[in-house]
């Protein structure tokens, strides 16, 4: 599954697909949140694993983002 998300990452159509359909009127709001709250877990300093550690600290930030927009994409 992590590879499915890296690979999605590199895409520009996917950034083009997030983009249309979180302004697309049939999607839901509570599914539109769910990237935003990605993003708010990503800036904020509260982390199931501290940022002190020093590799895995960012790893759970960035698994946290690609996930949320993996199920964003999912359940869109």
């Known amino acids: ?3 499915l998300v890296f ?3 590199r895409f520009p159509s996917v950034v083009r697909l997030v983009t249309r359909l979180m302004m697309d009127r049939r999607v839901p709001l509570w599914l539109k949140l769910i990237i935003p709250a990605g993003v ?3 800036v904020l300093r509260i982390d199931f694993i ?3 550690i020093p590799v895995f600290g960012r790893i759970d930030d960035v698994l946290v983002l690609a ?3 993996l199920a ?3 359940l869109a």
Do not use: E, Q
């Open 1 to 3: 599954m992590l590879r």
């Open 67 to 69: 996930g949320s927009v």
């Open 7 to 9: 690979m999605l990452m």
């Open 50 to 52: 501290p940022d002190i």
């Open 40 to 42: 708010v877990y990503f």
């Open 72 to 74: 964003f994409l999912v």
